[in-house]
């Protein structure tokens, strides 16, 4: 089975935007995606082991992106799960709790982003043909 | 000596300055829209129903108007027990929506289509909300807890939650080049400061 980029937004747009903006970066990867912190759990078992990277979206209703990183992070077989954090919150304090919840994130992506910064974030963990 | 004298809490009127400032920040630099005129800003009187803030969307612009609200928290307890501190509520006319997020590289979106108008709004205003909370923790604020985006077209039939201890908001009108409007409300109680 090919790696897989997993994408766990609310938001339907922002969704769009990052599979668009990988695909047109030359990413390769099976794109999958969650609109909930919920939803997305049963993905990420399906996929174990298949998880190239994972996108997290900050703010979501009910669970949010920290809260599942926090629960990912505890358990053996989805702690090393690469996982960029992506945010309208551009405040120190928010970058600050995410890195406190997993020391080990991927990166951490503002919105609105430019192609660029998400390449330079995605380039360890995936193949781009340019 | 540097001044390590604690800042003065801002009050509702200087958290107005730090939205403008938030939203030009926002569409100038990630947007690259200019501004046509200087933001307009009129205090208003909250009308509650039922203790939820009244608002209504066409009024603003007398066209089909999607607005989405954001509410604030002094910290994840109080997030989670949803008292607010304040809210921000962010109007557009949907004939606008779709340029004024693809300047931000979102893709095009279907103007037609409710939800995704819906959705549109809401990210636009999480985008707003996301600066202004970064500028109030550099005004020496509390870093503020956001919510999840509440969206609606038009009118919210059952009101929009804020803290009803508050009797004002300030209503800021951005105009943008293009004769493209963005229209604020602003609703905030006392933010503490840090430290």
């Known amino acids: 089975m090919l790696m897989k980029i997993l994408i766990v937004d609310d938001s339907l747009l922002d969704r769009k935007l990052l599979s668009r903006s990988l695909t047109n970066a030359g990413v390769k990867n099976e794109i999958i995606q969650a609109d909930s912190a919920e939803s997305a759990f049963p993905l990420i078992v399906a996929n174990l082991g298949y998880i190239a990277l994972m996108f997290l979206d900050y703010q979501m209703p009910q669970m949010t992106g920290v809260e599942l990183m926090e629960g990912l992070v505890k358990v053996p077989s989805t702690a090393d799960i690469p996982i960029v954090m992506v945010t309208a919150s551009a405040s120190e304090e928010s970058r600050a709790t995410a890195y406190k919840v997993n020391p080990n994130l991927a990166g951490y992506l503002l919105k609105p982003f430019k192609p660029d910064q998400l390449i330079s974030i995605i380039r360890p963990y995936v193949k781009i043909d340019a | ?195």
């Open chain 2, 1 to 195: 000596m540097p001044d390590v004298s604690p800042k003065p809490p801002l009050t509702l009127s200087g958290m107005v300055q730090v939205l403008c400032a938030a939203v030009r920040k926002l569409v100038l630099l990630k947007g690259g829209y200019g501004f046509a005129a200087d933001p307009e800003i009129v205090e208003k009187k909250i009308v509650q129903f039922r203790q939820r803030m009244r608002v209504d969307g066409l009024a603003k612009f007398g066209v089909r108007t999607a607005f989405s609200a954001v509410k604030f928290y002094a910290g994840v307890n109080e997030l989670d027990h949803d008292e607010a501190l304040g809210v921000l509520i962010i109007f557009v006319e949907t004939d606008h929506l779709s340029r004024l997020l693809w300047s931000f590289d979102y893709p095009r979106i279907d103007e037609e289509d409710e939800e995704i108008i819906l959705d549109g709004c809401g990210t636009l205003a999480n985008l707003i909300a996301g600066y202004f909370v970064k500028g109030l923790c550099d005004a020496g604020c509390v870093h503020l807890q956001m919510s999840h985006f509440e969206n609606h077209i038009n009118t919210a039939v059952n009101g929009i939650n804020f803290m009803p201890s508050q009797e004002k908001k300030y209503e800021i009108r951005f105009l943008l080049q293009g004769n493209r409007r963005i229209t604020a409300e602003l609703s905030m109680g006392h933010v503490p400061m840090a430290g």
